[in-house]
């Protein structure tokens, strides 16, 4: 029978420590280091096998009582207990590790522009950002793929530009086709910049949701819109116009299925073939009883 006592008793301090160094290369590791630093006001000097069920439990209820929402204690909840898991399963730090329940969340939000919509909001736009945000809806590329674009990753020839698998969010290089209206806004973009494609006043862009993205949002008459929307708007409108999802998948640079299947319910066309699958073969008797009800008197 393994005793309470049979390991070493590591500190939580020792755990993040060696969390941020084995984890050094992930993307999302600044928002690990936000929600350790957070974790601190209630961990700090604690033993890792002193964190039990009410323990997390006060850490739940604190965090939302500071005004988070559901899905925000998610990601805390969720942080500490794969670093618990961990220090089980890859450094033998623990024997056992409480079960963490998270809280439920609202779906997956999904908010997409008309074509009246976006031409409101291109004209209220300043042209550099006019500019960025016609390049993304013709190709769906991330806010941060459309800042960082540089020239390098673009061949004019071809009509195609790639991102990187260091800068893709699934972690695997992208393949962008560059359509007409691609072409035309980099084709503006010449000259501006020796390597980066977007610039504002002779300067790389850092940022397009900013200040001036929100004001000719309301401009524009536009709620409840952010920047990463025009990706799905432009999912939205492949589609509307009926681009296979497997295509949009590929195209969009998902890793699986699963995120395309947002935009599933957007069109019926590649069902339309087998909409009549499921009828009554011509002369059935329902199809008889329904004739002789029609039939009028005589």
Known sequence: MKHLDSKPRYTWQEAVLRWLAERSHKKSLDDDKGHFRWLNSH??????????????DRIKQAKLNSGASNATVNRVLGLLRALLNCARDEW????????????????TRLRWLSHDEAERLLAELPEHLAAMMRFTLATGLREANVVGLQWSQLDMQRRCAWIHADQAKAEKAIAVPLGAEALTVIKAQLGKHDSF????????ITRANNNAWRKALLRAGITDFRWHDLRHTWASWH??????????????GWADLTMVMRYAH????????????????????VAVLAQKTATPPT
């Open 239 to 252: 589609v509307q116009n009926g681009t296979p999802l497997h295509i949009l998948k590929e195209l969009g």
């Open 266 to 285: 957007l069109s019926s066309n590649h069902l339309q073939a087998f909409a009549e699958n499921a009828s009554l073969p011509t002369g059935g008797r």
């Open 43 to 56: 961990l700090n000097h604690k033993h890792l096998n002193d964190i039990n069920k009410a323990l997390i």
């Open 197 to 204: 494609v977007f610039t504002y006043a002779g300067a790389p």
């Open 92 to 107: 033998d730090w623990l024997d056992t590790v409480p079960v963490i329940k998270l809280l439920p969340e609202a779906k």
